[in-house]
């Protein structure tokens, strides 16, 4: 049970109900006002500001928004699960339930287990959503920012696909730029040097030792036979050779963080014309079938003008039209197409899928694409399709305070395969989360290891294993204990008054309604915070217990206020191990 949305439908019958009785206007949109947790616990269980938010199409009924949440107040008072209702400051409605609300939810957690607040999805209900992430050029390992842009994307989905919408997971292979071509030269030198040259690797190609292995594949393969040949000769076999083994390392690089997509797409694949027009040639041609694409001039760029900058005569698109700064071009100066009309094409693939929502991560540096992009969109499917662009933060690599820079694999950068190595696939992926995709984020290898409060993968994961410890402590105490999710769902819930376990009852009643907010946000850091929250109070009531006997969760004297503490605990174990599996993360029994 989501008691936020539940209460929330309840006052919008109210409202409803009050339209047609010619007490307020008709029509009142709902989801205009929220129910939420109060920021003061004092003041009640639920706090929603409706009264406030129709003020205004209220007033010829209730010249004071104190007068209409009055109303709803008395309205409310009405049903049986609630205790309380008051009008506080201008007009916010504060609502106070029975407790027997609450342990109701509980037996719902107990029972439901990690499944309880699946379905939440709210404004994304029922939508057919693609989440695009990773997406890295294919021309070397992964480093620590794909990281980032992989787990956040990875626990996105996840997070929609728990809220009850469907989801696939999407790659972009970009395989279609120059920098394969560097790439596969970079492969030829390699190549060279397996067949025993004494090779030095020039500046603007890539350097890392990850290239070894795919030269000396190609001299396994080709022999001598490409070494005397012409570039246009070599390029294409050991470009292909080339991709193939490094989508295969970074499929190895997402496997060790547990990630995997249902989709890999090929950037090639939309400049393909064997078959008649590409599939840019088709986008192209259905957006100019809209009048939105013309041959004109660009105004120069403010500032001091780029070296690359040309004023003549493109094809370029209206973005304009759908609230980009200037009209975007398609072909380059030599007739090629444009980064953003292949994008195009791309995007337009997505839309024929059926997707409802499609959401892409990007890294920070592609913050100046997003309009472009979300205007081609809103141009190819006439605004039934959103894009969301999340854009990740760069990731500052540290060790004990210290930048760390360097890897001899990868030439320039630590790769995020020997992050994984180092730290372990938990630490990675909750900390990575742990702070808001669009805010820069240092991770410190020795920190993200701590077995200390400080770190809060640890602080999480340990809560779960402390609690496991009780249930494992509870059975010592009696043998014959049931702890089946049906029994401790039978216990006498009514037992837990103290204020501290109501408190975590009601924390642990507010996950639906996270999920909700985080599934629609597509914020998935949000569950992080959370799940820390509920660790760190239930670490406290755990130290409560130390000072003060009669709270601990396990009391040989009564059976009775044992069984309805460790319904508690599970209820606690199933939230811990839903919000850590949407993130992908562990929730271990025990901590070694």
């Given amino acids: 049970m989501n008691v936020y949305a539940e209460f929330h439908a309840r006052i919008a019958a109210i409202l409803g109900r009050f339209g047609k009785e010619g007490r307020l206007p008709e029509g009142l949109d709902p989801a205009r006002f929220v129910v939420e947790p109060p920021r003061d616990a004092s003041m009640g269980d639920l706090a929603c500001n409706a009264a406030m938010v129709f003020a205004k199409e209220a007033k010829a009924f209730y010249p004071n928004p104190r007068q209409l949440a009055a109303e ?121 040097e397996a067949l025993g040259e004494d090779v030095a690797i020039p500046d603007g190609l890539y350097p890392g030792d990850y290239l070894k292995p795919v030269g000396a594949a190609l001299a396994q393969k080709f022999g001598g036979s490409l070494r005397d040949k012409p570039e246009g000769e070599w390029l294409e076999p050991v470009r292909e050779a080339a991709i193939a083994a490094m989508m295969e390392m970074i499929r190895d690089d997402l496997a060790a963080l547990n990630i995997t997509h249902e989709v890999f797409f090929s950037e090639r694949s939309l400049h393909d014309s064997s078959n008649g027009p590409s599939d840019i040639e088709a986008a192209l041609e259905d957006l100019g079938a ?29 973005s304009t039209s759908f609230g980009d700064d200037v009209d975007r071009p398609l072909k380059k100066s030599d007739g090629a197409f444009t980064y953003f009309a292949s994008d195009i094409a791309y995007h337009r693939k997505k839309i024929e899928a ?3 929502v499609l959401v ?35 990731v500052k690599l540290m060790r004990d305070g210290e930048p760390v820079k360097m890897s001899k694999r990868s030439g320039d950068f630590v790769t995020l395969r020997e992050v994984v190595d180092e730290v372990g696939v938990d630490a990675v992926r909750f900390m990575m989360l742990y702070r808001k995709n669009d805010a820069p984020l240092e991770f410190d290898l020795a920190k993200v290891i701590e077995q200390s409060k400080d770190n809060p993968v640890f602080y999480v994961q340990y809560a779960h294993a402390r609690a496991c410890s009780v249930l494992r402590q509870a059975l010592a105490a009696f043998p014959d204990l049931d702890l089946t999710p049906q029994r401790l769902a039978a216990a006498d819930l009514a037992l837990l008054d103290d204020e501290n376990e109501l408190a975590l009852i009601k924390l642990l009643a507010q996950y639906p309604r996270l999920i909700e ?3 629609s946000a597509h914020e998935p850091h949000r569950v992080a915070f959370y799940l820390h929250d509920v660790a760190s109070f239930f670490h406290s009531h ?51």
């Fill in 354 to 356: 059926g997707y409802d």
């Fill in 72 to 192: 709803l107040a008395y309205e409310l008072t009405q049903e049986p699960d609630v205790d309380q209702a008051e009008v506080a400051g201008p007009g916010f409605l504060n609502i106070r339930l029975k407790t027997r609300v609450f342990a109701d939810i509980l037996r719902e957690i107990i029972v439901d287990g990690r499944d309880f607040g699946r379905g939440a999805s709210g404004r994304v209900a029922g939508k057919k959503v693609n989440v695009e992430y990773v997406s890295a050029n294919p021309t070397g390992p992964m480093h620590v920012g794909h990281g980032r842009g992989a787990v956040f994307g990875d626990a996105l989905a996840s997070l929609i696909e728990f809220s009850g919408s469907e989801v696939t997971r999407e790659y972009y292979i970009n395989d279609a730029g120059a920098q394969v071509d560097v790439l596969a030269r970079s492969a030829f030198m390699r190549y060279r």
């Fill in 290 to 318: 809209k009048d939105l694409i013309y041959e004109g001039r660009l105004p120069p760029p403010k500032g001091q003008l780029p070296d690359d900058w040309e004023d003549r005569e493109q094809t370029l698109f209206r």
């Fill in 360 to 394: 892409d991560v990007w890294g920070a540096d592609h913050g100046g694409y997003v309009k472009r992009m979300s205007a081609a969109v809103q141009a190819l499917s006439e605004g039934r399709v959103s894009l969301d662009v999340k854009l990740c933060q760069m």
């Fill in 542 to 592: 755990w130290n409560r217990g130390k000072d003060q006997p009669q709270l601990r969760f396990v009391n040989q004297d009564r059976r009775d206020l044992t069984c309805a503490r460790l319904g508690l605990v599970t209820g606690l174990i199933n939230i811990l191990a839903s919000g850590l599996s949407v993130l992908g993360v562990k929730a271990p029994d025990e901590m070694r």
């Fill in 517 to 519: 907010g985080a599934a």
